[in-house]
């Protein structure tokens, strides 16, 4: 089945703790990015990749690192989490970088920073 | 930059009702226009989209036709289902935006039998 995996799907931690949400895709789709949803702002884009070793900036990156060593990966990394990180993250992907392409979505993690 | 606005919600319909959700964008350059649909605890899937200007996009019911004059992409059913209840997202993509989607806020349809 094609789709896009997140690990994990809830997670609460401590300000200041290290970590890693992991996505990954079996489409062999070349662009995948990183959203994060808050209530009465929609969803913003975080960083995304258009290839292997490609990665750029979205509208929102402060706190946030990503990585692309392998096509189908596409982990988020938060090395030094704080409260207002607490929000619903996407991973999302598609065939090519075009304009027209549908994006494919994971189910979403649920992110806590106390 | 690229914006999308869309209706504020919540919106609640009895089932059988016409449904219209409106869009405006503004864009640099030439948009492709989506709808997403996210169900409740669900990601977003695809609902329709319209690449160039007078395109209608359609699925499931539900149309948009991208109109470039007025900057619009309005979602509308002519009968809607308590399935049919979800939040519906607007989104644009423009090539010199790194092809990111810029959303709207989102807007929440409540359908009751």
């Known amino acids: 089945e094609a789709q896009v995996t997140q690990n994990p799907r809830y997670l609460i931690t401590v300000t200041g703790k290290k970590l890693t949400v992991t996505c990954s895709q079996n489409m062999n789709h070349e662009y995948m990015s990183w959203y994060r949803q808050d209530p009465g702002l929609g969803l913003r884009q975080i960083y995304y990749?258009?290839?292997?070793?490609?990665?750029d900036k979205g509208d929102v990156p402060e706190g946030y690192k990503v990585s692309r060593k392998e096509k189908r990966n596409f982990p988020l990394i938060l090395e030094s989490p704080s409260p207002n990180q607490t929000s619903l993250y996407f991973c999302?992907?598609?065939?090519?970088?075009?304009?027209?392409?549908?994006?494919?979505f994971g189910p979403g993690t649920r992110l806590t920073v106390t | 930059g690229n914006s999308v606005t869309q209706m504020e919600g919540p919106v609640t319909l009895s089932e059988e009702a016409f449904l219209t959700i409106n869009c405006t964008y503004t864009a640099t350059g030439y948009p492709s226009l989506f709808w997403y649909v996210q169900y409740p605890g669900e990601g977003l899937q695809l609902l329709l989209k319209?690449?160039?200007?007078?395109d209608k996009g359609s699925n499931k019911g539900f149309e948009a036709t991208y109109r470039k004059e007025t900057t619009s992409f309005h979602l509308e059913k002519g009968s809607v289902q308590v399935s049919d209840s979800a939040v519906y997202f607007c989104?644009?993509?423009?090539?010199?935006?790194?092809?990111?989607?810029?959303f709207g806020k989102g807007t929440s349809l409540l359908v009751t039998p």
């Open positions: 999302a992907s598609s065939s090519t970088w075009g304009d027209h392409d549908e994006q494919y």
């Open positions: 990749s258009m290839n292997v070793e490609v990665t």
């Open positions: 319209a690449t160039k200007a007078d």
């Open positions: 989104a644009l993509t423009t090539p010199n935006s790194g092809y990111a989607l810029n």
